[in-house]
C-alpha cells in the first residue's frame, strides 16, 4: 500500500521530470506529504526514499534540516505564533501566552483531542502587519486578545462540526 | 491576505499593479503585461543586459549587487544548462515584501524571469518560494498554468522559436536557504548547507551549470525596466542606486505597512511622516534599517538617504528594506536576545564560528536579562560576535554578529543597567516590551 494518494503521487511523478536530477523535488515532495498526512510516517519516509533512490537514513536528514517537517503527528490545526522582533515590538508575547492558556499547552505540544498544536515560529512575513500567526497555512495578522478567542474559536467550530 | 498601505511620496513601479487583480492572466495583460518579454525577445540579449546596467538596479534581496553585471558574469557558452533561479525564500526578519508582490503581481516575477533568462541564454527558470508562503505557491502555479496555456512559457514562446521554461519550487522552514547557494543545494533536493565560492553561481550553480539567482523584487522591476528603460529606472533614485524599492516599515510606528519609495528617501521623513511617527506619541530610540541582520543606527543617525552606498558609509545596510522601529520603552538587551535566539535557531550548524558562537551568546544574553549578568559578560558578547564576523562559511554568522556588535557599541548603559542580579529595567517599571491592545 502506498502511504500517500494515488493524486499526490502523479502529481509527484509529473513533477519530479521537470528536473534532471530525480532527488530535486525532494523537499516539496515532502512537505506535500506531510500536508496530506499530517506527519512524515516511517511508511512515507520509505516511499519518499525509493521514489528518489536515495536511502531512508538521507531522507531523514533532509528532513531534520527543515523547520516545517515533522516525524511526529500534530493537531489538525497547527497554531504558529510568530515571536521575532517586528511581532514582538507589537505584542506577540502575549499572543503566544494566550494561546497557550486558551489551547492548554505549550511550544511544540499538542492537544489530547489533536485538534490543536502550538509552536512559537520565527518571521513568517508579516512584519507590517504584526502581531500575526499561521494556523496552517493561513495567516491571521493585526492580533489582539479578542482577534486571536475568534480565529481559535473559529477552528474550533470547524473541529466540533 | 495582507492589507496594503499607501502615501503620497510613494513612487509606484514594482507595486504599480497591486490591488488590481493582475494575478489574473487577461488583467495583467491590459496592463502592459508581457510586452517587456516580447521587446526582449526582438531586442536580444546584449541589449537587456545594457539596459539593466544603464538601470542601476542592484539586488533587493539585501547584498545589492548590481543586476545588469551579475547577468553578464555569466559564460555565454556553457556545456551544461544554464539557469534563472528566482528568490522566494523571503525570510529576514522584518521583510515581508516578496509576499506581496507574488500575491499581487506574479505574473511579473515570471516575466522577469525570462528575461533574465533570455539575457543569459537559460532555458529554464525556477521561481522557489518559502514553505510557509503555501497560499503564494498556488498563485504562482495557477499564473504559470495560465502562462503556458497561451504558449507565453515553454516551446517557442510568442512564436520566437525561443524555448523557455518558467517552474515552480517550495521550501520547507529555513532561513538560511535564503543564502543564494544554501538556496541551490535545497532546490537540488538536499539539506541546505551552503557551498564555498569559487566557483560562483554565476559559474557553477544549479547542478553545475552557470546560474543567475535573483530576489524576486529584483525580478519583478525588470519588466518596468526593459519597457521604460535603464536610464528612467536609473533616474528614480540616486547615482549608482537606481529605481525604487519596497520598504517594510513595522514595529512602534503608526501605520506600519509596505510603501514603495525612491532609492535616497530619507529614512527619518521614511519614520515621521511615511510610517506617521512613533506610536502612542513616543520617542524614538534605535531604528533597523534593512532586516534584522543590518547594525541598528540611534535616533540622530537617522537623517540619511536610503540608498546601498549611503547606508554603507553609516556603518550599516540598506539590507533587504525591513525598517523596524523601536520605541524608548524597549529593551536593548532583550532585543538583542531575541534576535541571537533567532540566528542560534536558523544556524545551520555546518561551521563551527556560528554554531557555536550563536549558541554562547544566546545563553550568555538568556542569563543576562534575567538579571545573572556579570560585568565581563558584555565585553564577551562583543569578543564572541567579532571572532565569529568574517570567519564563517556563509553570511548567517556575520548576520548574528552586526546588529549584536552595534547594540553593545550603543547601548552599553543598558547592559549596564541589568548587571548584579537586577531585573530588566523596562519590565520593572511595568512598561514591558509588548503591550498588547485590549481592543481592536
Known amino acids: 500500500m502506498m502511504p500517500v494518494s494515488p493524486q499526490l503521487d502523479d502529481f509527484f511523478a509529473e513533477k519530479m521530470k521537470q528536473y534532471p536530477t530525480q532527488r530535486s523535488f525532494l523537499v516539496p515532495m515532502l512537505l506535500y506529504t506531510q500536508d496530506e498526512l499530517g506527519y512524515l510516517s516511517a511508511d512515507a519516509i520509505a516511499y519518499l526514499a525509493t521514489k528518489v533512490d536515495v536511502s531512508e537514513l538521507e531522507v531523514r536528514n533532509v528532513i531534520s534540516y527543515y523547520s516545517m517537517l515533522t516525524t511526529k503527528p500534530r493537531g489538525r490545526y497547527h497554531v504558529q505564533v510568530c515571536t521575532n522582533i517586528s511581532c514582538m515590538l507589537r505584542g506577540a508575547e502575549e499572543v503566544f501566552e494566550h494561546c497557550k492558556q486558551r489551547l492548554g499547552i505549550g511550544h511544540k505540544q499538542t492537544t489530547p483531542d489533536r485538534q490543536f498544536s502550538l509552536e512559537e515560529v520565527e518571521c513568517i512575513g508579516a512584519c507590517s502587519w504584526a502581531p500575526a500567526m499561521q494556523v496552517n497555512y493561513d495567516f491571521h495578522e493585526n492580533l489582539t486578545r479578542e482577534k486571536v478567542d475568534a480565529v481559535l474559536g473559529q477552528y474550533r467550530a470547524q473541529a466540533n462540526g | 491576505m495582507a492589507d496594503l498601505a499607501s502615501h503620497p511620496d510613494e513612487v509606484k513601479v514594482v507595486s504599480r499593479r497591486f490591488g488590481l487583480g493582475a494575478a489574473a492572466l487577461d488583467r495583467y495583460l491590459e496592463l502592459d503585461g508581457y510586452k517587456a518579454v516580447q521587446k526582449a525577445l526582438q531586442q536580444g540579449p546584449e541589449w537587456i543586459v545594457s539596459e539593466m546596467k544603464a538601470s542601476n538596479l542592484r539586488g533587493r534581496g539585501g547584498a545589492g549587487f548590481p543586476t545588469g553585471m551579475k547577468w553578464s558574469f555569466v559564460p555565454k557558452e556553457s556545456p551544461k544548462p544554464k539557469y534563472v533561479l528566482c528568490n522566494g525564500d523571503e525570510s529576514e526578519p522584518g521583510t515581508c515584501k516578496d509576499r506581496l508582490i507574488l500575491e499581487h503581481d506574479p505574473h511579473a516575477v515570471i516575466e522577469g524571469a525570462m528575461i533574465a533568462a533570455l539575457a543569459v541564454g537559460a532555458k529554464t527558470a525556477f521561481i522557489y518560494i518559502r514553505g510557509e508562503y503555501r497560499y503564494l505557491v498556488d498563485i504562482l502555479r495557477r499564473s504559470l498554468d495560465a502562462a503556458y496555456a497561451r504558449g507565453?512559457?515553454?516551446?517557442?514562446?510568442?512564436?520566437?522559436?525561443?524555448?523557455?521554461?518558467?517552474?515552480?519550487?517550495?521550501?520547507?522552514?529555513?532561513?538560511?536557504?535564503?543564502?543564494?547557494?544554501?538556496?541551490?543545494?535545497?532546490?537540488?533536493?538536499?539539506?541546505?548547507?551552503?557551498?564555498?565560492?569559487?566557483?560562483?553561481?554565476?559559474?557553477?550553480?544549479?547542478?553545475?551549470?552557470?546560474?543567475?539567482?535573483?530576489?524576486?523584487?529584483?525580478?519583478?522591476?525588470?519588466?518596468?525596466?526593459?519597457?521604460?528603460?535603464?536610464?528612467?529606472?536609473?533616474?528614480?533614485?540616486?547615482?549608482?542606486?537606481?529605481?525604487?524599492?519596497?520598504?517594510?516599515?513595522?514595529?512602534?510606528?503608526?501605520?506600519?505597512?509596505?510603501?514603495?519609495?525612491?532609492?535616497?528617501?530619507?529614512?527619518?521623513?521614511?519614520?515621521?511622516?511615511?510610517?506617521?511617527?512613533?506610536?502612542?506619541?513616543?520617542?524614538?530610540?534605535?531604528?533597523?534599517?534593512?532586516?534584522?541582520?543590518?547594525?541598528?543606527?540611534?535616533?540622530?543617525?537617522?537623517?540619511?538617504?536610503?540608498?546601498?552606498?549611503?547606508?554603507?558609509?553609516?556603518?550599516?545596510?540598506?539590507?533587504?528594506?525591513?525598517?523596524?522601529?523601536?520605541?524608548?520603552?524597549?529593551?536593548?538587551?532583550?532585543?538583542?536576545?531575541?534576535?541571537?535566539?533567532?540566528?542560534?535557531?536558523?544556524?545551520?550548524?555546518?561551521?563551527?564560528?556560528?554554531?557555536?558562537?550563536?549558541?554562547?551568546?544566546?545563553?550568555?544574553?538568556?542569563?543576562?536579562?534575567?538579571?545573572?549578568?556579570?560585568?565581563?559578560?558584555?565585553?564577551?558578547?562583543?569578543?564572541?560576535?567579532?571572532?565569529?564576523?568574517?570567519?564563517?562559511?556563509?553570511?548567517?554568522?556575520?548576520?548574528?554578529?552586526?546588529?549584536?556588535?552595534?547594540?553593545?557599541?550603543?547601548?552599553?548603559?543598558?547592559?549596564?543597567?541589568?548587571?548584579?542580579?537586577?531585573?530588566?529595567?523596562?519590565?520593572?517599571?511595568?512598561?514591558?516590551?509588548?503591550?498588547?491592545?485590549?481592543?481592536?
Request: charged share 20%; proline share 6%; aromatic share 8%.
Open chain 2, 152 to 440: 507565453f512559457a515553454g516551446k517557442n514562446v510568442f512564436g520566437s522559436g525561443v524555448d523557455l521554461d518558467v517552474r515552480w519550487h517550495t521550501g520547507a522552514g529555513a532561513y538560511e536557504v535564503g543564502e543564494e547557494s544554501a538556496l541551490m543545494e535545497s532546490l537540488e533536493g538536499k539539506r541546505g548547507i551552503p557551498r564555498i565560492r569559487p566557483p560562483f553561481p554565476a559559474v557553477v550553480g544549479l547542478w553545475g551549470g552557470p546560474t543567475v539567482i535573483n530576489n524576486v523584487e529584483t525580478l519583478a522591476a525588470v519588466p518596468h525596466i526593459i519597457l521604460g528603460g535603464g536610464e528612467w529606472f536609473a533616474k528614480l533614485g540616486t547615482p549608482k542606486n537606481g529605481g525604487t524599492r519596497l520598504f517594510c516599515l513595522s514595529g512602534h510606528v503608526e501605520r506600519p505597512g509596505v510603501y514603495e519609495l525612491p532609492l535616497g528617501y530619507n529614512l527619518k521623513k521614511m519614520i515621521d511622516e511615511v510610517g506617521g511617527g512613533v506610536w502612542k506619541g513616543r520617542q524614538l530610540k534605535a531604528v533597523v534599517p534593512g532586516g534584522s541582520s543590518t547594525p541598528l543606527l540611534k535616533p540622530d543617525e537617522i537623517d540619511l538617504a536610503m540608498d546601498f552606498d549611503t547606508l554603507m558609509k553609516a556603518g550599516t545596510f540598506l539590507g533587504s528594506g525591513g525598517v523596524v522601529v523601536l520605541d524608548e520603552r524597549t529593551c536593548m538587551v532583550k532585543f538583542a536576545q531575541r534576535v541571537m535566539h533567532f540566528y542560534q535557531h536558523e544556524s545551520c550548524g555546518w561551521c563551527i564560528p556560528c554554531r557555536e558562537g550563536t549558541d554562547w551568546l544566546k545563553k550568555t544574553l538568556d542569563r543576562f536579562h534575567a538579571g545573572g549578568g556579570v560585568r565581563r559578560d558584555i565585553d564577551n558578547v562583543l569578543y564572541l560576535s567579532e571572532n565569529m564576523l568574517g570567519r564563517t562559511f556563509c553570511p548567517l554568522g556575520d548576520a548574528a554578529a552586526m546588529p549584536t556588535i552595534s547594540i553593545v557599541k550603543k547601548w552599553r548603559e543598558e547592559f549596564e543597567a541589568h548587571l548584579e542580579g537586577r531585573p530588566c529595567p523596562y519590565e520593572e517599571h511595568g512598561a514591558a516590551v509588548s503591550q498588547l491592545p485590549v481592543l481592536a
